[in-house]
């Protein structure tokens, strides 16, 4: 997260990460949702906060996720299955499910196949939004596996040289493990900025930078702006000039695999609210030996954390280090929760009498 993105530490509210899971996990099970599978959609977003990536924590996603259960959008008890099988791969029908709580279920069937095969793939169709990507990656780690996921998401971004919306912000995630190391994992989307992180500058009062958005006709705002109330996204590069295609490219191919080739539609239709998700699992040992592999992989990011750093900068990041160096700090110190946060997650409890330890 960029500076601008992070609540003020000297109004902030800390919060202890286990506090603020069974807090999270009360509120799921008061909207239908099943004890486990409570729990697991808030340490999905429990564990965002603590990496940092507060767009995809509970500080921004839980009031969208109570809003989408108390409509319907989001059915509290889905009855998914597997609806296309192979050794490597399988076909989910989410039937409205939270992603957050399906993901690493179709994650532990990549896992499984990728334990039988060397590789396993899972489509999932019918669903909704996934929270923090890198979470499902990273489940991969343990097994000595490489993990990835995307998600194909409702259209908020133009194509190059588009003027509406066609793509999602439509993120990639590839968790690779390593031996002492912290593991590599790159989580981004592929559009100039994650779209929920436009909520939390608005929240903050934060200037959003050159290159985000586009206007009303479709031209990019090349100069700092305040969040507007509605938006829509530049691709990753933000013009041609700048490899904008890129980003746009990027994002096709997520929709295309989290969406078409799922066969429950795409970012833009069906659109909101219907999201479609690819995780994998690639098993190391299924290509090299998983230990030679991990001592490898830790030479490979001292390499590169070792390069001479920039005029300016004292030293390289690779990524998922800034994300693990936060949530060292953070599971000590606590999360900090702007105090908007915290009286949303007060006033939400007392509505629902569920018992809030922030």
Known sequence: MLE????????AIFAQGEDLKRTA????????????????????????????????????MLRSYVTGYQSGSINPRPDWKVVRETPSTANIDCDRGLGVILAPKGMDIAIQKAKQVGVGMVTMGNARHLGMASYHAMLALEH???????TSCPPSVVPTFGAEPRLGT??????????NEAPFVFDAATSSVAGNKIGIARRLGAKLEPGWLVDADGTP?????????????????STRELGSHKGYGLSCMVDILGGVLTGYGYGAVPGRPNFGHYVAAYSVD????????????????????????????DRVLVAGQAEAEVEEVRRAD????????????????SELDVACLI
């Open 25 to 60: 996990a009360g509120v799921f099970e008061k909207m239908g949702v099943p004890a486990e599978d409570a729990l697991l959609a808030a340490d999905v977003l429990v564990l965002a906060d603590l990496r940092g990536v507060d767009s995809h924590g509970v500080s921004n």
């Open 334 to 349: 606590g999360i900090p929760l702007h105090p908007e946060v915290v009286q949303w997650l007060r006033d939400t409890c």
């Open 221 to 237: 705002i090349m100069e700092e702006i305040d969040a507007p109330d509605s938006y829509t996204l530049l691709p990753l590069g």
């Open 170 to 179: 439509n993120p990639i995630a590839f968790a690779v493990p390593s031996g």
């Open 4 to 11: 601008q993105f992070r609540v003020n530490l000297d109004e």
């Open 144 to 150: 000595d596996m490489i993990g990835v996921c995307m």
């Open 286 to 313: 299924a290509f090299s030996d998983a230990g030679e592999f991990k001592t490898t992989m830790d030479e490979w990011l001292q390499m590169m954390k070792s390069t001479k750093p920039a005029p300016g900068h």
